[in-house]
């Protein structure tokens, strides 16, 4: 099993709503990551989690919210978001945080937040 | 900051044609740079290119890692309209854990 997969694919919600996007990957890494990207900009990270514990936080906003349960499963929590969240939110898993290998993306959810 | 640039953005040939991508970066401890291909969904690997494999090569297309002027080039030969897409390159500080992306160059391939 080589791929990262990601539920839901599409998602729309409402403002007030609260929602999580699940990624999950059977390749035995221990680093996942979630990106978001814009229409026609590159993916900007949000989360890097490293062996089940976050490293990296590039100071997203609190409504985002990451939960790595186990080394398998990466969620990203969603509350109270703003239609400029609209995005496309990629994860992505590599075989450890120091590792030479490259960054597997998962097929991503599009977001639309009304 | 580790900064990475892209040139160009936009790019339109036709069928058969060669095409160069360049991508140029700033980096402390380079650790690896990346070249993705992005059509409608996610970003899927290219090539990973470091100090140690500066160059690769997969059927038409191929890349080069300059590491003295701190860039890279991504070339496909007899371009195809599958090769439609956005190319996006990635750097890697060696104790980041994290990719910094370029804002990619869209290739278009006419018939």
């Given at each position: 099993?080589?791929?990262?997969?990601?539920?839901?694919?599409?998602?729309?919600?409402?403002?007030t709503n609260?929602?999580?996007?699940?990624?999950?990957?059977?390749?035995?890494?221990?680093?996942?990551?979630?990106?978001?990207?814009?229409?026609?900009?590159?993916?900007?990270?949000?989360?890097?989690?490293?062996?089940?514990?976050?490293?990296?936080?590039?100071?997203?906003p609190s409504r985002f919210s990451p939960e790595c349960p186990n080394s398998s499963l990466l969620n990203l929590h969603l509350h109270a978001l703003q239609p400029e969240d609209s995005a496309l939110y990629l994860c992505a898993s590599r075989l450890?945080?120091?590792?030479?290998?490259?960054?597997?993306?998962?097929?991503?959810t599009r977001l639309t937040v009304l | 900051e580790?900064?990475?640039?892209?040139?160009?953005?936009?790019?339109?040939v036709h069928e058969g044609d060669t095409v160069t991508l360049n991508c140029s970066y700033e980096v402390t401890n380079f650790r690896s740079l990346l070249?993705?291909?992005?059509?409608?969904?996610?970003?899927?690997f290219l090539f990973m290119l470091?100090?140690?494999?500066?160059?690769?090569?997969?059927?038409?297309?191929?890349s080069i890692l300059d590491k003295k002027e701190l860039s890279s080039i991504l070339?496909?030969?007899?371009?195809?309209?599958?090769?439609?897409?956005?190319?996006?390159?990635?750097?890697e500080a060696r104790?980041?854990?994290?990719?910094?992306f370029g804002a990619g160059t869209i290739l278009r391939v006419k018939s």
């Amino acid at each position: 099993d080589t791929e990262v997969t990601q539920t839901p694919k599409h998602l729309v919600m409402g403002m007030t709503n609260k929602k999580s996007l699940k990624c999950e990957q059977h390749m035995g890494h221990r680093a996942m990551y979630w990106y978001k990207q814009k229409a026609k900009k590159p993916p900007e990270l949000m989360f890097v989690y490293s062996y089940e514990k976050l490293s990296i936080n590039e100071s997203v906003p609190s409504r985002f919210s990451p939960e790595c349960p186990n080394s398998s499963l990466l969620n990203l929590h969603l509350h109270a978001l703003q239609p400029e969240d609209s995005a496309l939110y990629l994860c992505a898993s590599r075989l450890g945080p120091g590792s030479s290998d490259t960054q597997y993306f998962g097929p991503g959810t599009r977001l639309t937040v009304l | 900051e580790d900064k990475v640039v892209q040139s160009p953005l936009s790019l339109v040939v036709h069928e058969g044609d060669t095409v160069t991508l360049n991508c140029s970066y700033e980096v402390t401890n380079f650790r690896s740079l990346l070249w993705y291909k992005q059509e409608k969904k996610a970003p899927t690997f290219l090539f990973m290119l470091t100090s140690s494999g500066i160059e690769k090569k997969s059927g038409r297309l191929s890349s080069i890692l300059d590491k003295k002027e701190l860039s890279s080039i991504l070339n496909i030969t007899a371009t195809q309209t599958g090769d439609s897409a956005i190319y996006l390159c990635a750097v890697e500080a060696r104790y980041g854990n994290k990719l910094v992306f370029g804002a990619g160059t869209i290739l278009r391939v006419k018939s």
